[in-house]
């Protein structure tokens, strides 16, 4: 392996789970690199300003700061697996901390620390690849959502021959969840969402996953 690739695979490991400089050097890129992605994905929710909302790896904490920007009266929570990123992610949002808005913490998605049904919405961006157990830990997803509530997963690296290409070097580089829109479909209905949405962005290769927590009118 060359030095160049080498350093690649580095970069890609820190993606999976940040830590020291270089971590930190690759939340700040994530913040600006996901930019489009982020908002491109956040345009399929319909938010209320009421919105108590979960940002599960939240690396950088881009997407937390516009989620609380959406939910002005609600109040928005990121997890991460990584302290580096925890750590980031706070100074990103330091103003909606203070104000009691925000409330970023270290955990992981396979046991998220919250109890049955406190959410409105929960996010994961670029995130899933990595999640320990994908169909297990939609299921404790579903847990934490209210009924009716809404989960959101966005993803720039998926199963699509169009991109399969550039998708290949990353899967090269670091293992990681490499999922169909059809398979992310099953998957989330395996978990018990339902009225699931799938969009893709078919120039830029983007997927953005929809689904919703029933109800006990739908149970």
Same mark, same amino acid.
């Given at each position: 392996?060359?030095?160049?690739?080498?350093?690649?695979?580095?970069?890609?490991?820190?993606?999976?789970?940040? !830590?020291?400089?270089?971590?930190?050097?690759?939340?700040?890129?994530?913040?600006?690199?996901?930019?489009?992605?982020?908002?491109?994905?956040?345009?399929?929710?319909? +938010?209320?300003?009421?919105?108590?909302?979960?940002?599960?790896?939240?690396?950088?904490?881009?997407?937390?700061?516009?989620?609380?920007?959406?939910?002005?009266?609600?109040?928005?929570?990121?997890?991460?697996? !990584?302290?580096?990123?925890?750590?980031? !992610?706070?100074?990103?949002?330091?103003?909606?901390?203070?104000?009691?808005?925000? %409330? $970023?913490?270290?955990?992981?998605?396979?046991?998220? +620390?919250? %109890?049955?049904? $406190?959410?409105?919405?929960?996010?994961?961006?670029?995130?899933?690849?990595?999640?320990?157990?994908?169909?297990?830990?939609?299921?404790?997803?579903?847990?934490?959502?209210?009924?009716?509530?809404?989960?959101?997963?966005?993803?720039?690296?998926?199963?699509?021959?169009?991109?399969?290409?550039? #998708?290949?070097?990353?899967?090269?580089?670091?293992?990681?969840?490499?999922?169909?829109?059809?398979?992310?479909?099953?998957?989330?209905?395996?978990?018990?969402?339902?009225?699931?949405?799938?969009?893709?962005? !078919?120039?830029?290769?983007?997927?953005?996953?929809?689904?919703? #927590?029933?109800? +006990?009118?739908?149970?």
């Amino acid at each position: 392996m060359g030095i160049r690739n080498a350093f690649k695979q580095l970069l890609m490991q820190q993606c999976r789970r940040p !830590s020291g400089w270089l971590g930190e050097y690759i939340t700040f890129k994530m913040n600006r690199r996901h930019t489009q992605l982020t908002v491109w994905g956040l345009s399929h929710l319909s +938010p209320k300003k009421d919105w108590t909302a979960l940002d599960i790896g939240c690396g950088g904490g881009k997407t937390v700061f516009r989620l609380a920007a959406l939910a002005t009266d609600g109040h928005v929570f990121g997890i991460d697996a !990584s302290a580096k990123s925890v750590a980031v !992610s706070r100074r990103t949002n330091r103003k909606a901390i203070r104000d009691g808005q925000v %409330r $970023i913490s270290q955990a992981s998605v396979s046991h998220l +620390p919250f %109890r049955d049904g $406190i959410f409105d919405c929960v996010t994961a961006v670029e995130t899933h690849y990595f999640w320990p157990d994908f169909a297990a830990d939609l299921r404790e997803v579903r847990r934490v959502l209210k009924p009716h509530g809404t989960f959101l997963l966005i993803a720039e690296v998926y199963r699509c021959e169009k991109f399969d290409a550039r #998708n290949q070097q990353w899967l090269r580089m670091l293992p990681m969840g490499y999922y169909s829109p059809a398979e992310c479909n099953d998957f989330l209905t395996q978990a018990g969402f339902t009225d699931i949405g799938i969009d893709e962005e !078919s120039d830029e290769g983007w997927l953005c996953c929809v689904g919703h #927590n029933p109800g +006990p009118d739908e149970a």
